[in-house]
């Protein structure tokens, strides 16, 4: 699983051949969640309140980067 980015002790990764939608996993020690692509919910699993903003602040500047990695692991 490629790991994307690393933040603290919380990290952004997809999984190759995934299933749709189109997402990619928030992972922490003590959580995880999937989050959509489309508009960056989360879809299932849960994080913690102030990991899952910085998360967000971050997909929303990368946005780009991430529907690419989505297509050359999944397309």
């Known amino acids: 699983m490629p790991t994307i980015y690393r933040f603290g002790n ?3 990764a997809m999984y190759p051949n995934d ?4 997402h990619f996993h928030l992972l922490t020690p ?3 969640a ?3 692509l489309a508009d960056l919910t989360i879809l299932a699993g849960e994080a913690h309140r102030e990991t899952y903003q910085l ?3 971050w997909a929303v500047a990368h ?12 397309g």
């Open 19 to 22: 299933h749709n939608p189109p």
């Open 30 to 32: 003590d959580y995880a």
């Open 34 to 36: 999937m989050i959509a």
């Open 55 to 57: 998360c967000r602040e």
């Open 63 to 74: 946005i780009d980067e991430l529907w690419a990695k989505w297509e050359e692991l999944n």
């Open 10 to 12: 919380a990290k952004i």
